[in-house]
């Protein structure tokens, strides 16, 4: 009995400490909720680092208005019942203005109604499904939404290589890889083009080939292979090692470092549309994948970009808010405009109507183990 | 009257015949025993009665019904109970609780009534707890009714074994060696009390025993079975003396029995 | 015995009624109590099968995720035009009501699927069962993946949320009732003899496949529910919440409150509730303390923290009696 | 036709890779009667192991493959001695539950000291494909099979042969006689959590060279569904592991190439529960009626 009693105790202290916020005065506070652990952590850690990079850089100019910004980094393991636990934590325990966050459309569908309801502004740096910027009027995005990637590529596939018939080899588990391949068919097909077979996948897969081989006997020109790099690897490796030579193409899923690790030759000649080029001359684009170098010793991804960028946005918004009240930052980041607006690494963005960003694509080419630049589409 | 009758019964394990058109039959109110030399298939013909095996062929008839494809359940309802070799008590329970739970089929309120907890429900509860006291009393058990059933002592947990069989209120009962593991003293005490339950139950016993001196004093009728075979039948003194029975114990260089 | 109920129903109100007044907490704080009764629910269900009749299962996310979904579905698809037909009643209430009615249609099907799981696969045994029912809720989870209707892989967005601290008190209260009075019967000690000895039971005359499979179909329920309540306070369901990982944290419960023991069983969901919120503060480590813990405790108490005892007001009258009866003792 | 064969080919790689993780759990569940969750995650050790070693030292195969395996088998002998040993008269559950703590340990253990992100797998042996008409055939596939064959002969040899193997058996027929003729149980249940670490540890370096592909969560699933390949055979049954590993990488992949690779997950499960309904103790096992 006497050891009920102390594990009763014990789970007592424990519990109070949960619910009496540690106050530190004097900063603000920002959010953030990524998978950092369980099945796509490995995206979760990328925005983590992005937007860990993003204040530590306005932290060292002296942070905004004033004040240091406090980063309150949580993982939510993937799961919908995390993430509305660390919502709720964030914002009623540590009180935080804003939240960044989720990675995955999913996520972020139980994110946004949680933020919205108390009216702190979010962004998702990567969520790309348009129901979630519809939930509310505080809940903005730095990607593009899947239209606009899937038209582009459909484009540069049948216009500029000419290309006439494609495979669609899709992630069905996710919700990015699905938006992007229904409108890349849309317009390829729109074009003129075929699509001759389409296959799927689930993310995190690591044996391909059965599909691959049944692609393989479709005989297609192009590959269309919207999915993460994670797995884009050893699809090309593996497709390759069947004796698939044509080109495959995808989304800003396929920008990563490890890309070109994993895939190595493989991946020569395949064709991506990206936010922005490492290429590119832009200063902000060179020091930012300079510093995320030094830090975090790889090339940054997409999603570290977009991340850092959504934490630049929100700084800027509060910048120009002048206050870090939420309704403020929120009317602050709906203030951007075409002509003025918010320079990030990934683009210029400012929103539409419904917290989407407008900006342009760029179309990479894997060439001699490298990203070379090919073209810029503007929306 | 014929209260079990068993005929032509088979059963077999991987071609082995563990049982061999076996026929014997009970008399009401008898007690029957039943030896031979270990791996005579004793136990089995006992699983056989009770369900627990299927029989490759042959009739059991309990009662006029025949009983060798009904589940054991089903037999123990029509009123069949039986102990088991090493006792099978229900361990982490009270020594009341495994006497309740044997009484499950004869007390049995409907599950909405138990969720409700209604006045039937209590009332059962009731009853079936006095008749708990009433068969631990009689097995002079109810000093230990709060005890868990392992922390018994040995003598006590196979006394406890038939209570719980008494409890599911049988009319056949049937004994799997009850005196293994006992001293002649407690041996002795456990032939008077089967004795005793056979003349205050009214029940029939089949005893399976290898003590044959506890055999020999209560059993008023013996089969003696080998290799799944019956090979001698009859009354104590004519066993004793059947050359054929003393054959298969001791050309098999099996233990002493006849102590 | 109607005073009784009287009373019974009172205290019930009174408890719904004081999840009402919560509504003034931290909303942070509230959430976990929810989360807290939600798993409470799910560990006692599973505490019935496994704790109880003894029968290893580890299927029970596959319950829930059955049930969720499909009173999930209901609601979406359904929700509107059944609550217009009550209109009659004010909103509010037509609303409770057809949230009620899906619950327990989810708890049903949840309870139907139980059975036809249960029939055949109870027939195993140990391990055997165990990674049998592992495979159900696999198939479930992979089903739901596959089912465009309810989202798929993309997960299952705009489910009203009508699940509140009231809701889970109430569920919560019906489902250690209805454990309870089963367990302290007739029925219940026939369930619990499966668990201490499946022959003997059989011997006893019990119908061990009935009791086995009444045990199934009462856990499956009340996972449905618990299912249910989760996607009606989340609003979106996701099929990662209900992996493999989900069954083990429930089967984590009641090991560590202890197998076999109702109350055991909600301070299991209590920990494992409270635990990771509390670790929080680590991000990184977090899972990593979290595991060493949780193999700590194993190692340190097997027999989980109550080990098959209940802690009821009964044991303090006990417990009392014995200190009683000692001092008594001692001044003669 | 030729589309059949070689998805059956493809299946023969995977079903392998299967079958070696397979044998670790048949193994240890024959012995400890524990279904030890943490064995996925030895596996995932053993392809990290296996990075480190041809990718930082620069081993060639051969030496890398021994490395991972002897570095599986040093923490298979940890892992029993400081998780499980402690609690083998505890209830079988409890230490059912520290398994699975172990394995989340060990991922969230990885994930913090090498990322989650997947790493490409060094490509010590250069690629050849071989072509039989449309039939592809890539020498990692011929080398994946052979060396799972060898593996599993090796085993059945030190199994059925060896004095080692003997004592193996007995303990794991009964552990108390096995005491009593004097065989060092903590010996012999150390040696099979080593032998069987070491084969998932094969089956890990293997998978990394065939994938090109490992993370710190790749064990999951394969875990999952080797369990389920040695519940299919028999579980406790060396052969039975390997034929349930085989039939299970065939059907995965033939399922996925038919039908569709989002209901591939689960066929292993169907097939199991299948198979469990007719025949309870797996195809080989032999199905003792429980002793009344």
């Not at chain 1, 309704?327 to 690494?345: M, W, Y």
């Not at chain 3, 929810?34 to 319950?63: D, E």
């Not at chain 3, 029912?133 to 997960?155: A, H, K, M």
């Amino acid at each position: 009995m006497q050891r009920f009693l102390k594990v009763m105790l014990l789970l007592g202290i424990i519990f109070s400490l949960l619910i009496f916020p540690l106050q530190a005065a004097g900063t603000i506070k920002i959010g953030a909720i990524f998978p950092i652990t369980g099945p796509i952590a490995t995206f979760g850690i990328s925005s983590a680092n992005g937007v860990k990079m993003a204040f530590e850089e306005v932290n060292a100019k002296g942070g905004v208005l004033g004040s240091k910004i406090e980063l309150i980094l949580e993982d939510d393991q993937y799961k919908a019942e995390e993430v509305a636990n660390a919502a709720k934590k964030l914002i009623e325990r540590d009180k935080v203005v804003a939240i960044l966050g989720e990675v995955a459309s999913s996520m972020s569908l139980v994110l946004a109604p949680i933020c919205q309801a108390s009216k702190v502004v979010m962004i998702t740096p990567t969520s790309t499904n348009p129901r979630v910027t519809l939930v509310g009027d505080y809940i903005f995005r730095a990607c593009f939404i899947d239209d606009f990637q899937g038209t582009v590529m459909a484009n540069f596939v049948y216009k500029t290589l000419k290309l006439k018939t494609s495979a669609i080899l899709v992630a069905v588990t996710s919700d990015y890889s699905k938006g992007l391949a229904q409108f890349y068919k849309e317009a390829y097909t729109k074009l003129g083009g075929k699509i001759v077979v389409e296959e799927s996948y689930s993310e995190g897969d690591s044996d391909f080939r059965a599909q691959l081989t049944k692609i393989k006997a479709a005989k297609p020109e192009f590959v269309y292979l919207p999915g993460y790099y994670s797995d884009i690897g050893p699809i090309l490796l593996q497709a390759r090692e069947l004796g698939i030579t044509v080109p495959f193409g995808g989304g800003d899923g396929w920008d990563s470092p490890k890309l070109l690790e994993t895939a190595g030759k493989a991946a020569e000649g395949c064709y991506f549309s990206n936010h922005y080029s490492p290429e590119s001359k832009d200063l902000k684009v060179q020091t930012f994948v300079k510093n995320y170098k030094k830090k975090f010793g790889e090339t940054p991804d997409a999603l570290a970009a977009l991340s850092y960028d959504a934490a630049m946005l929100l700084v800027e918004a509060i910048k120009r808010a002048g206050s870090s009240e939420s309704s403020k930052i929120r009317d602050a980041l709906v203030s951007f405009t075409k002509d003025k607006p918010f320079r990030g690494v990934t683009g210029s963005i400012y929103f539409d109507q419904n917290r989407n960003p407008i900006k342009s694509a760029v179309i990479i080419e894997i060439k001699g183990g490298k990203q070379v630049y090919k073209a810029t589409v503007k929306p | 009257m014929r209260i079990l009758e068993v005929s032509n019964l088979s059963c077999a394990f991987g071609g082995l015949m563990a049982v061999a058109n076996l026929d014997f039959y009970v008399e009401e109110k008898e007690i029957l025993g039943i030896i031979g030399p270990n791996g005579a298939g004793k136990t089995t013909v006992f699983n056989l009665i009770t369900g627990f095996y299927p029989p490759l062929r042959g009739e059991i008839i309990f009662k006029g019904k025949n009983i060798e494809r009904l589940k054991p359940y089903e037999i123990t309802r029509l009123g069949i109970a039986r102990t088991f070799q090493n006792p099978r008590l229900f361990k982490q329970l009270t020594v009341m609780d495994n006497v309740r739970i044997a009484m499950h089929k004869v007390h049995n309120v409907h599950i909405l009534d138990t969720l409700l907890r209604g006045s039937k429900f209590l009332e059962e509860e009731k009853i079936q707890e006095e008749k708990a006291r009433e068969i631990l009393e009689f097995f002079h058990l109810y000093e230990r009714r709060d005890e868990i059933a392992q922390n018994l002592p040995y003598g006590e947990q196979r006394r406890l074994e038939i209570a719980r069989a008494m409890a599911t209120n049988p009319i056949l009962l049937l004994l799997d060696e009850p005196a293994a593991g006992m001293n002649p003293y407690e041996a002795k005490e456990l032939i008077n009390l089967i004795s005793y339950i056979r003349d205050k139950f009214n029940i029939t016993i089949i005893l399976i025993e290898h003590h044959m001196e506890v055999v020999m004093e209560i059993c008023e009728r013996i089969i003696v079975l080998d290799y799944g075979m019956k090979i001698a039948e009859g009354k104590p003194e004519e066993i004793r003396n059947n050359p054929k029975v003393i054959e298969a114990y001791l050309g098999r260089e099996e233990e002493s029995v006849i102590s | 015995m109607k005073r009784n109920y009287l009373l019974l129903i009172l205290i019930i109100i009174f408890l719904v009624y004081l999840g009402r007044l919560a509504r003034g907490l931290n909303p942070y704080f509230y959430q976990i109590l929810v989360f807290w009764g939600i798993n409470s629910i799910l560990a006692m269900s599973l505490n019935l099968i496994n704790g109880f009749a003894g029968q290893f299962s580890i299927g029970h996310a596959g319950f829930m995720a059955v049930g969720g979904y499909f009173s999930s579905a209901l609601s979406v698809y359904h929700g509107e035009r059944f609550i217009s037909l009550l209109n009659f009643l004010p909103l509010n209430i037509a609303q409770i009501v057809v949230f009620f009615v899906f619950l327990l249609l989810g708890g049903l099907f949840s309870a139907i699927l139980g059975l036809i799981v249960g029939i055949p696969t109870l027939r195993l045994k140990g391990d055997y069962l165990a990674i049998a029912t592992l495979g159900f809720g696999e198939i479930v989870r992979v089903t739901i993946l596959n089912l465009d209707i309810v989202g798929g892989p993309r997960g299952f967005p705009g489910i009203p949320q009508r699940t509140d601290l009231s809701w889970v008190i109430f569920w919560f209260i019906i489902c250690l009732l209805v454990i309870r009075n089963i367990i302290f019967s007739s029925h219940g000690r026939a369930i619990i003899s499966i668990r201490e000895d499946e022959i003997a039971s059989e011997t006893m005359g019990i119908n061990t496949t009935f009791y086995k499979v009444l045990a199934f179909i009462i856990g499956a329920f009340f996972a449905g529910i618990a299912g249910g309540l989760f996607a009606h306070y989340l609003m979106m369901l996701h099929p990662s919440s209900f992996t493999f990982f989900r069954s083990v944290e429930i089967l984590l419960m009641i090991v560590l409150g202890g197998m076999g023991s109702i109350t055991g069983s909600i301070l299991g969901a209590f920990i494992l509730t409270v635990l990771p919120e509390a670790l929080r503060g680590f991000t990184y480590l977090r899972l990593v303390i979290y595991s060493i813990i949780l193999i700590g405790i194993m190692l340190l108490r097997p027999q989980g923290i109550m080990g098959g005892k209940e802690f009821s007001p009964l044991i303090i009258k006990k417990i009392y009696a014995r200190v009683k009866e000692n001092e008594n003792t001692r001044s003669k | 036709m030729e589309n059949v064969i070689q998805q059956i080919l493809n299946g023969i790689s995977l079903g392998s890779i299967y079958a070696l993780i397979a044998l670790g759990y048949t193994m240890v569940y024959g012995i400890l009667r524990l279904i030890n969750f943490a064995h996925g995650d030895i596996y995932m050790m053993g392809a990290f192991l296996g990075y480190f070693a041809l990718g930082l030292w620069n081993f060639s195969f051969p030496i890398g493959l021994l490395f991972a395996m002897g570095g599986a088998a040093v923490l298979g002998i940890i892992i029993e001695r400081f998780a499980y040993r402690p609690l083998r008269l505890a209830p079988r559950i409890s230490l059912l539950i520290t398994a699975i703590g172990v394995s989340f340990l060990l991922e969230n253990l990885m994930v913090l000291w090498v990322g989650a992100s997947p790493r490409p797998f060094p490509q010590k042996i250069p690629l050849q494909i071989y072509f039989i008409g449309d039939i592809v055939v890539t020498n990692r596939q011929i080398i994946i099979v052979l060396v799972s064959i060898t593996l599993m002969f090796l085993l059945q040899f030190i199994v059925l042969k060896t004095k080692v193997g003997k004592a193996m058996r007995a303990v794991s027929f009964d552990k108390e006689t096995a005491l009593m003729m004097g065989i060092d149980i903590d010996k012999v249940i150390s040696l099979t959590f080593a032998i069987g670490s070491s084969l998932a540890a094969a089956a890990g370096v293997l998978v990394g060279l065939y994938f090109n592909k490992i993370d710190p969560y790749m064990g999951v699933m394969p875990g999952l569904k080797a369990f389920v390949a040695a519940v299919l055979g028999g579980i406790g049954i060396i052969p039975g592991a390997m034929l349930g590993g085989f039939i299970l990488g065939i059907a995965e992949v033939l399922v996925s190439a038919f039908i569709s690779s989002t209901v591939r997950d689960a066929v292993a499960f169907v097939i199991l529960i299948l198979i469990l309904l007719i025949r309870p103790s797996g195809i080989l096992g032999k199905y003792m009626r429980e002793k009344v």
